[in-house]
């Protein structure tokens, strides 16, 4: 099956300046070479902490950030090197959800006006046509078309996540950013929303990507999953391989934070400085797995099972016992 997006070897880094003649005293490593492919109709998940670099990861998909080095490979169009102006045509295709459903809607537009603004922008259609797809959309998403002349401080949480799923919709895209869409909303409206996400991908033909800091939430949407670490990637898996058989430390932690029952041990200390990240391994001074390779030696993704992928040789060698 052919892939709708790929990601290869993808670097940013953020000089660190301080004072008043701004002198660069480091370098955060966002991202840090991830390299990934989406096929279309399917669903990666990217589960990390806060600041591992998965919203940067996410703006330099859709070309809001430019890499330092790296491809993004949408429908075999390099978009990492496009101008903004020739990146406009494509963006109708490549839609995001983004996290805070408050803050990503224009508070001074009824919802008719906020779900016709793309379709204008791209010249889709007219005034009457858009209201009459605004309608549309909007009760495709679990909303009534009656809603279109409130505004967005009139609804909730969950139904402002609806508006802005339906808003993404609405360029009939083919494949949506999904960037911590759920996480700002309460356990019963994240089930809501995405088994609304599900329902819309298997009825629209959509591929996402899912970026989250929680693992059941990605477990519950995602075919494959890539767990990042400091701008690293740690593990690549198929859902159901990793979530049954994690196999770097990193994931398993993860996994013992949610009290999942698999392999729980304890993390030792916090993370590092993104600006300071300690040598070899960047997990190696909280992993109970280190040995003295891993501080000084950087270790790369390698195949340890057919589509599992593991950034740790010294935990893959103690599973596997090669």
Do not use: W
Request: glycine share 8%; aromatic share 6%; hydrophobic share 35%.
């Amino acid at each position: 099956m052919p892939f709708i997006l790929s990601v290869k070897n993808i670097k940013k880094y953020f000089p660190v300046e301080r004072g008043f003649t701004r002198k660069v005293i480091g370098t955060v490593r966002a991202v840090d070479g991830i390299s990934f492919d989406i096929e279309k109709g399917k669903t990666l998940g990217l589960v990390g902490e806060s600041g591992c670099g998965k919203s940067t990861l996410s703006r330099l998909i859709l070309n809001l950030l430019k890499p330092d080095s790296g491809e993004v490979i949408f429908e075999g169009t390099n978009v990492s090197g496009l101008t903004q102006s020739r990146m406009r045509p494509l963006r109708k295709d490549l839609q995001v959800i983004f996290q805070d459903p408050y803050n990503s809607l224009n508070p001074r537009m009824r919802i008719q006006q906020i779900l016709s603004e793309p379709l204008s922008v791209h010249g889709m259609a007219g005034p009457a046509e858009c209201a009459k797809m605004a309608a549309e959309m909007l009760r495709r998403v679990g909303l009534k078309s009656e809603h279109l002349s409130r505004y967005p401080h009139q609804f909730s949480g969950g139904e402002r996540q609806r508006i802005g799923i339906a808003r993404a919709l609405m360029t009939k895209p083919k494949l949506l950013v999904c960037d911590e869409p759920v996480s700002s909303l309460d356990l019963s409206i994240q089930a809501q929303i995405l088994s609304l996400m599900k329902d819309l991908k298997e009825e629209l033909g959509l591929s996402y990507l899912f970026i989250s800091h929680d693992l059941r939430v990605v477990e519950s949407v995602s075919d494959e999953v890539l767990v990042m670490y400091l701008g690293k990637p740690f593990e690549v898996a198929s859902t159901g391989e990793l979530y049954s058989s994690p196999m770097h430390p990193y994931t398993e932690a993860l996994f013992s934070a949610i009290n999942s029952g698999k392999r729980v041990f304890s993390v030792k200390g916090e993370p590092p400085s993104p600006i300071k990240p300690p040598c070899g391994c960047k997990f190696h001074p909280r992993c109970p797995y280190a040995e003295q390779g891993c501080r000084t030696e950087e270790p790369l993704l390698k195949k340890v099972k057919p589509g599992h992928f593991v950034a740790c040789p010294p935990r893959v060698k103690q599973l596997l016992g090669n």
